[in-house]
């Protein structure tokens, strides 16, 4: 348990589907992330926020809308999807100031059919 | 930036030191070395940080060279549990670069 949960684990969509993706964490932090790891290719950033603001959007198709209504939860929502968009989803978080230590939640298996 | 290279896989047998090497020949002067690892069905995990000087944790050991250009992970004494992907991060404006990183399969 690293303090970040993420619901669900497992999702299987439709490519007309609208999904959301949800991520918490209990640990205090005020940065939250969003990741993409796809088979064979290295994790690759996907959004940041900071104090709820977003800070970085890694030039990630608008089919991917996030959200961050406060510093412990984060929303990844999901429409039109393409199958190259199956993925694991990894949330992460930490304090601004250690943004390189970053704690991970177990990621959502993403399937797009 | 510093771009880091790693090898693709080694073995180790259980009980025995991991020795993983990272090479970053293009760091800078103020830039640290994180490694990270991700266990199967699981997400990343932060191991441990340095500059220069040699760091040491509950979870493992952290050897620099003096130049700067490559660095060592030690994981003292490897257990089963320990097999997983081992990445030698580049960190940059609060972004973490993952590679491919080096899967690490610990045999007993």
């Known amino acids: 348990e690293t303090g970040v949960t993420q619901t669900p684990r497992h999702l299987v969509m439709g490519m007309t589907n609208k999904k959301s993706l949800k991520c918490e964490q209990h640990l205090g932090h005020n940065a939250m992330y969003w990741y993409k790891q796809s088979a064979k290719k290295p994790l690759e950033l996907m959004f940041v926020?900071?104090?709820?603001?977003?800070?970085e959007n890694n030039s990630v198709p608008s089919r991917f809308s996030p959200e961050c209504p406060n510093s412990s939860h984060l929303f990844l929502h999901l429409h039109t999807l393409q199958p190259e968009d199956s993925a694991l989803y990894l949330c992460?978080?930490?304090?601004?100031?250690?943004?390189?230590?970053?704690?991970f939640g177990p990621g959502t298996r993403l399937t797009v059919t | 930036d510093a771009k880091t290279t790693q090898p693709t896989s080694m073995d180790c047998a259980e009980g025995r030191a991991a020795n993983l090497p990272c090479n970053h020949s293009?760091?800078?002067?103020?830039?640290?070395v994180y490694w990270y690892r991700q266990i199967h069905s699981q997400g990343p995990q932060y191991i441990i940080h340095?500059?220069?000087n040699n760091e040491t944790n509950e979870m493992a050991s952290l050897i620099i060279t003096e130049d700067r250009k490559s660095s060592t992970l030690i994981l003292p004494h490897a257990t089963l549990r320990d097999t997983a992907v081992y990445y030698c991060i580049d960190y940059n404006d609060y972004k973490l670069s993952f590679g491919a990183g080096t899967t690490v399969t610990v045999r007993a």
């Open positions: 992460a978080s930490s304090h601004l100031e250690r943004s390189y230590e970053q704690y």
């Open positions: 340095g500059l220069k």
């Open positions: 293009t760091i800078s002067g103020n830039e640290y």
């Open positions: 926020y900071n104090f709820k603001e977003q800070t």
